[in-house]
């Protein structure tokens, strides 16, 4: 699961709809990007837009993937 996303949309005061709508994606499938059901990791566009959106850099959105990656 991706905690660290759900968490920083949690303190935006942001639902999933919110952040699906800005990275243009659906609902559904920004849920599953947020629940770990997408295994990919994030493309380059998602992660610029996230970073954006949460006013985070890339590089802790990247670590926190690497963090996943190793607990799995």
């Not at 920083?8 to 599953?32: C, E, M, P, W």
């Not at 802790?60 to 799995?72: A, D, H, P, Q, T």
Request: proline share 0%; aromatic share 8%; no cysteine.
């Amino acid at each position: 699961m991706r905690e660290y996303l759900k968490l920083l949309r949690k303190s935006k005061a942001l639902t999933q709809t919110d952040v699906a709508i800005f990275l243009g994606l659906s609902q559904n499938y920004y849920s599953s990007i947020e629940n770990g059901e997408r295994q990919k990791d994030l493309d380059l566009s998602i992660l610029i837009k996230l970073s954006k959106l949460f006013n985070v850099s890339i590089d802790y959105i990247i670590s926190e993937e690497e963090k996943l990656k190793k607990s799995e």
